[in-house]
Nanobody, 124 residues
Framework: QVQLVESGGGLVQAGGSLRLSCAAS????????MAWFRQGSGKEREFVAV??????STYYADSVKGRFTMSGDKNTVYLQMNSLKPEDTAVYYC???????????????????WGQGTQVTVSS
């Protein structure tokens, strides 16, 4: 089992920055990748970024590319969010996967561990 706890969410004005953290505990050695997803009110959960431990590759959703940066290791990952927009408002979730798929990493069902989420609100 892997336990994930997110922190760092809050209220920020458009154009501002926030850094989210995700602390992992338990069998962290068993994870192949960790990712960030987000879910806006009334919307489906969507992929934001993923970091693959083998090779160290990081992939981003087009909507955040150039503004968000994921970093960290198997124990703690971060999501640095710059140039925030009102459409970035969502609950942000950290997730861990036991296996990494280069084709399906953006799908929620590829991840078997999830945190409780942290709210990010961007005001206009």
């Amino acid at each position: 089992q892997v336990q994930l706890v997110e922190s760092g969410g809050g209220l920020v004005q458009a154009g501002g920055s926030l850094r989210l953290s995700c602390a992992a505990s338990g069998r962290t050695f068993s994870s192949a990748a960790m990712a960030w997803f987000r879910q806006g009110s009334g919307k489906e959960r969507e992929f934001v970024a993923v970091m693959r431990w083998s090779g160290g590759s990081t992939y981003y959703a087009d909507s955040v590319k150039g503004r968000f940066t994921m970093s960290g290791d198997k124990n703690t990952v971060y999501l640095q969010m710059n140039s925030l927009k009102p459409e970035d408002t969502a609950v942000y979730y950290c997730a861990a996967a036991s296996y990494f798929s280069a084709t399906y990493y953006h799908r929620t069902n590829e991840y078997n561990y999830w945190g409780q989420g942290t709210q990010v609100t961007v005001s206009s």
